[in-house]
């Protein structure tokens, strides 16, 4: 499968799709022999010989792994306030590795981690809508006005924000209760807001699945990689499709020149 050379050079470690963009610019990208700098340009990963500086470089190899982040560990790979961080996890796998979205620092449960910029991306994208399932004990015996409420969604900084679902599980502690709660939204720290609005702070809180993907038997700071229909289950055609869709074509100074036309100076919306 051919890819868009700023995105093969940036698989291959050497930056951001912008930084990689003024490699291509400035003529020290070659490929198969031939200088390039046309941003449009498509490569085979697999039989085209692409050089930078006169160097061969070849794509990393992807991964995707699903971790179990403790309680008290910001999802983030550093952080400034000296909080541990999922970063000491991941020294132990292979480099290149990435959150695929946030679980707050008081939270536990299953995070994705991934090498593939492009796959983490679209699977955050909103047209995805990945359910996220969570555990959740909350204070007290919310009724049905409170679930009711959660259902259909209360207002959080001006946003609508709402449980897909929520139902209380058969066991309880006392007076606390426990609750299955799906989302498919994503904002910052939704589920506590939400339960501390109808009265009911959450106590604890664990993410157990991501789409098809479940925490299973993964105890906190353990890894297992995705298998092929894991990663398949989020719709690997409609996340590059998404992907694909985002980016605008850009041509070069040289490409706009032959044609004519002068050289646009905006450039297309970057991932």
């Known amino acids: 499968m051919r890819s868009r050379l ?10 951001s799709r912008r930084k990689v963009e003024e490699l291509v610019t400035a003529g020290l990208v070659t490929v198969n022999g031939t200088l390039i700098t046309d941003l449009a340009t498509t490569v085979d990963p697999a039989g085209d010989s692409v050089k930078v500086g006169g160097k061969r470089v070849r794509p990393r190899d992807l991964h995707y792994y699903a971790f179990h982040k403790p309680k ?3 999802t983030t790979l550093n952080d400034p306030e000296g909080r541990p961080s999922v970063e000491r996890y991941l020294r132990r796998l292979p480099p290149g ?6 679980l707050d620092y008081a939270s536990e449960g299953l995070i994705l981690l991934t090498s593939d910029g492009d796959w983490a991306q679209a699977v955050q994208h909103p047209s995805m809508k990945v359910e996220k399932t969570y555990q959740v004990k909350v204070r007290g015996v919310p009724g049905a006005r409170a679930l009711d409420r959660w259902r259909k969604g209360l207002t959080l900084d001006g946003k609508r924000a709402k449980m ?6 058969s066991s309880t502690e006392a007076d606390n209760t426990w609750l299955t709660i799906v989302l498919t939204q994503g904002m910052t ?6 339960c501390e609005t109808m009265g009911h702070p959450v106590m604890k809180l664990k993410r157990t699945a991501i789409g098809r993907v479940a925490l299973g038997r993964l105890e906190p700071g353990e890894a297992r990689e995705l298998t092929e229909r894991e990663i398949q289950s989020f719709g690997r055609e409609n996340t590059v499709a ?13 490409s706009t020149e032959k044609r004519g036309r002068a050289p646009s100076k ?4 970057e991932r």
Not at 6 to 15: E, I, T, V
Not at 244 to 254: D, I, L, N
């Open 6 to 15: 700023n995105k093969f050079l940036a698989q291959a470690g050497l930056g």
């Open 72 to 74: 008290n560990v910001v």
């Open 97 to 102: 590795l990435k959150p695929v979205g946030r």
């Open 164 to 169: 897909n679902s929520v139902e209380p599980l």
């Open 189 to 194: 720290r939704q589920i506590r807001r939400m």
């Open 242 to 254: 998404i992907v694909e869709r985002r980016q605008k074509p850009v041509r070069s100074r040289a």
């Open 266 to 269: 905006r450039h297309g919306k």
